[in-house]
């Protein structure tokens, strides 16, 4: 009997069917991969298979590979990432380009592949798939902007890769162990803390921590509609899934996250394009996961609570950040827009997409009843259990600003703002619809039932999210936020304008670096170049007789001193002398004798025997 | 009866005012765990919630006004720039 089925498989074999098959046969394939994912993932849990421990494990190169490594950590990510899968084909499902949906399911399959990577080097496999497919959901957009973008973002993901490979090979060298466990940690500059730093850096660039962050608000936005939805769960989401593993408890990423949660939020503020406000709301959101990464101390209850918390967020997250960017995506679907300045009033044509948006914006504020509720809620309580009073104004003030941005400044802008709609509009096609309307009804159920989210968490959760406390202060912030916006709304109007980020160090170091070489590195190549070719006509000229060529240099250098000691007419007629041998140049070659020839060639190996005898000592 | 902008304005204040009133009786009542001094104060959330929105807003306009904020065609125009160079 098979003991397990690698879940990512499905997706990786399956995306290489997908250009067999057309029509409804095809949407019915697309459809079919996550659920026979779905089914595997609960045989899993049930039982069926190995339901924890480590299997298939391959030998290569003298070291265990091993594929499939399962636990409840992976088993959650597994559920969310494949449950989220459907809603999100589901929501692509009209798109006829099948590279979009090859690219997207060879996505979510190396995602897969990286949850249950038990090695570093099937990690890394995984981890380089998944840069790559990701980059055509961007390229498939086919603008400049898109192009340029996607370039960016893989040139970004390349040096993580290779930050990554470089740390898991200094890893190997230390410990002689290519496992995938919790990595050891200290400041200081050993190789064991070197090959650490590496490998954190890399996760840290996939999970989007500033000042690394700018190649996703540079990116996601540019890629397709349906492919930025993808785009949205998996390599952040899968980079706190890597640094549950390999981090927990590293007091650094407390701060970094709480950095993260507000720095997200002040620049969604400037944002003009509904889909990079989104973006930097998801930097914002993967900012509380990150702090509870950092709080997640094993073998403390808060720490616990933190790991749950940042499990629990992730989950949600992965749900209700997908259903906003199908919102917005459905907006620009319909319009061809997505910039705030452009657009306005569109409720008389899209409420049932505005009412399905604002969903994921009451759960990604954590209104009570939504899921954002019960899993934020964990991250900013571990930070109370561990008095951090710093680290919890911070998160609870991103909170302040997701509401802001996300539940009434994009929807205020794009929806109402004007009474006249700014363009005409309708309501996207079916099954966008019906991918949003699956995706609002999990949000919704897992803030009302909270339990079914809570039984698949690493830990047993002793956290009650419904206590009149919680409830009532979160009414309370989010209530006066509103309060906040309605009278201050005049100034949140979109901008035609851009916001520097940290892409704005690369992408313009990028144009130094291609000025540098096309003007002085080029100056300085042609400048060589003319040098070498001048002493090599002059060797060829001296070799055409070099008795009279030297006699031509000497007669040269003596007219040059001539020139500063004796009157012009002495000078005049030196050059002429000169000029008439430099005319006749080369003459007549002298004749050799044959001795005389020989004798020049045994100078010329004696000379070599000398140069060689001198090189060897 | 049609729901008017007035009416949504007086649910709206008698939203607010829910939300501190309870806020007073299950600070008195159920006395939930206080893990920092504030806590002590049954509407901080409340003045938090209204004091972060307009130092965000404020805060992050004025950042973008005097610094990050730049024309739609920034970047562009320094690749043409670039170019005609």
Not at chain 1, 323 to 330: D, E, N, P, S
Not at chain 1, 492 to 505: A, K, S, V
Not at chain 1, 517 to 526: D, G, M, R
Not at chain 2, 40 to 68: D, E, Q, R
């Amino acid at each position: 009997m098979i003991d397990w089925f690698h879940p990512g498989l499905i997706y990786l074999f399956g995306a290489l069917l997908i250009p067999l098959f057309r029509g409804r046969l095809r949407k019915g394939c697309l459809l079919l991969l996550p659920i026979l994912a779905f089914v595997n993932l609960l045989l899993i849990s049930k039982g069926a298979f190995l339901s924890e421990g480590k299997t298939w494990i391959l030998p290569f190169l003298g070291y265990d590979l091993i594929l499939g490594r399962i636990d409840r950590l992976s088993m959650v990510f597994a559920y969310v990432f494949v449950i989220a899968s459907f809603c999100m084909m589901l929501y692509a499902l009209h798109v006829k380009e099948e590279g979009q949906h090859v690219a997207a399911y060879l996505y979510v399959g190396s995602t897969l592949g990286v949850v249950f990577a038990g090695d570093l080097f099937t990690l890394f496999f995984f981890w380089e798939v998944m840069a790559w497919s990701a980059l055509f959901l961007i390229w498939y957009r086919r603008t400049k902007r898109s192009f340029a973008a996607g370039f960016r973002y893989i040139l970004v993901h390349f040096f993580g890769g290779i930050c990554l490979l470089g740390g898991i090979l200094l890893h190997l060298q230390t410990t002689s162990s290519i496992a995938f466990e919790t990595f050891s940690w200290g400041w200081g500059l050993s190789w064991s803390n070197i090959a650490s730093y590496l490998i954190l850096l890399a996760f840290l660039i996939n999970a989007a921590v500033p000042p690394l962050h700018a190649w996703l608000s540079d990116a996601y936005p540019e890629a397709t509609v349906t492919g930025a939805v993808f785009l949205t769960a998996f390599t952040t989401k899968s980079a706190i899934y890597v640094l549950i593993r390999g981090f927990p408890g590293v007091e650094l990423l407390i701060g970094l996250g709480a950095i993260m949660a507000v720095c997200g939020v002040v620049f969604a503020v400037l944002e003009n394009d509904i889909r990079r406000l989104l973006a930097y709301h998801i930097i914002s959101q993967v900012g509380y996961m990150v702090s509870g990464v950092g709080m997640g101390v094993m073998g403390t209850a808060a720490g616990e609570m933190a790991i749950n918390g940042a499990a629990a967020h992730a989950f949600c997250h992965i749900l209700y950040k997908a259903l906003l960017f199908m919102g917005a995506g459905a907006v620009l679907e319909v319009t061809g827009r997505s910039k705030l300045t452009e657009l306005g009033g569109l409720y008389k044509y899209m409420p049932i997409t505005f009412h399905l948006y604002m969903i994921g914006a009451y759960s990604i504020s954590g209104f009570p009843l939504f899921n954002g509720f019960v899993s934020k809620t964990m991250v900013v309580q571990a930070s109370a259990m561990w008095h951090m009073p710093v680290i919890w104004l911070m998160l609870e003030g991103a909170s302040i600003g997701t509401f802001l941005h996300t539940g009434l400044k994009l929807p205020w802008g794009t929806w109402f703002a004007s009474e006249k709609p700014a363009c005409e509009a309708k309501e996207p096609p079916k099954n966008m619809l019906a991918a949003m309307g699956l995706t609002a009804f999990l949000c919704t159920l897992l803030g009302v039932y909270p339990k079914i989210l809570y039984n698949q968490l690493p830990y047993p959760v002793h956290y009650q999210p419904y206590t009149p406390d919680h409830v009532v202060t979160m009414c309370q912030l989010l209530l006066f936020t509103f309060l906040a916006f309605w009278l201050l709304r005049r100034m949140l109007h979109g901008e035609p304008t851009i916001t520097l980020d940290t892409d704005w160090f690369y992408r313009m170091a990028g144009k130094r670096v291609i000025w540098f070489c096309e003007k002085p590195l080029i100056t300085f190549a042609k400048f060589t170049d003319r040098k070498i070719m001048d002493l090599v006509h002059f060797i060829i000229w001296v070799s055409r007789n070099p008795a009279v060529a030297l006699s031509i240099k000497k007669e040269e250098a003596k007219l040059k001193v001539k020139k500063l000691v004796m009157n012009p007419e002495g000078v005049e007629k030196h050059e002429q002398v000169l000029e008439e041998k430099r005319r006749r140049y080369p003459g007549e070659l002298p004749r050799l004798t044959l001795g005389a020839s020989l004798i020049l060639i045994l100078l010329s190996f004696s000379l070599y025997l000398i140069l060689y005898l001198l090189m060897v000592h | 009866m049609k729901i008017t902008r007035k009416h949504l304005f007086w649910i709206l204040y008698s939203c607010l005012f829910l939300s501190i009133l309870t806020g007073f009786l299950v600070h008195s009542y159920l006395h939930p765990p206080i893990y920092f001094f504030w806590e002590t104060l049954p509407v901080f959330s409340a003045i938090y919630g209204f004091i972060g929105c307009v130092v965000i807003i404020l805060g992050s306009k004025a950042l973008g006004h005097y610094w990050l904020q730049k024309k739609e065609d920034y970047y562009e125009k320094n690749e043409k720039m670039r170019g005609d160079n």
